[in-house]
């Protein structure tokens, strides 16, 4: 069975600080990666996609940076955080084009 | 570009009750339609998926249908219980290009009262 990773589970960090967050997939060779951000009380919106090693394409600018280094791991960074950045980042997988799966997520506020 | 508009933002029922959530879509593509759930402080869940071929989805007691003539689908669920509450989201799939895309809805927060 698979199984999608998220580490940290939370984060509290200050504006102009870095952040990195990470995605693991376990038990699926090569699957599709995508990031995903809510707003507290929102709707998901894609923010990455990532198809294959080493190659991540960007769906919303969002002054964060994503890559994958690994064919089962996924990182969503930036160097400078802002105070719009807090919310819940989520990770997610899909088989090719089938339906997308989603991790538990990281709940990052930014003070 | 595709979008999804759900407009029921907030759902209160009693248990035993019938729950019936719309959702439209605009898209130029044939779609395929999911509907998924999340609970407080965890991930989505998917909880059913509608393509134009099959017209139906079934699964943990709940339904969900599309119309191609008005472009909706809709969850319903014939007896709800208090472990149902949580956002529903429905979401619309187009894999054009190279981006297996889903377009959200905004979520509709389902209270269910024992």
Not at chain 1, 45 to 61: D, P, R
Request: with cysteine.
């Amino acid at each position: 069975a698979q199984t999608i990773h998220q580490w940290p589970v939370a984060e509290i960090k200050a504006v102009g600080s870095p952040l990195s967050l990470g995605c693991t997939i376990k038990g699926k060779s090569s699957p599709n990666l995508y990031w995903y951000w809510q707003a507290t009380g929102g709707t998901l919106q894609q923010l990455f996609y990532s198809i294959t090693v080493g190659q991540v394409e960007s769906v919303v600018q969002l002054n964060l940076s994503a890559s994958r280094p690994k064919d089962d791991q996924f990182i969503l960074s930036t160097e400078k955080l802002l105070l719009s950045h807090s919310g819940f980042y989520l990770c997610a997988w899909s088989q090719q084009y089938a339906e997308q799966f989603f991790g538990p997520g990281t709940r990052l506020t930014v003070l | 570009g595709d979008s999804v508009t759900q407009k029921q933002g907030q759902v209160t029922l009693s248990e035993d009750d019938f729950l019936f959530i719309n959702c439209t879509y605009s898209t130029t593509t044939y779609p395929t339609l999911f509907w998924y759930v999340q609970y407080p402080g965890q991930g989505p869940q998917l909880l059913l998926k509608v393509t134009t071929a099959n017209n139906k989805g079934i699964s943990r007691g709940f339904e969900a249908t599309y119309d191609k003539g008005t472009t909706s689908f809709h969850l319903q669920k014939a007896s709800v219980q208090e472990s149902d509450s949580a956002v529903y989201f429905c979401a619309l799939f187009n894999s054009g290009g190279s981006n297996a895309k889903l377009t959200f809805g905004k979520g509709t927060k389902l209270s269910v009262k024992s």
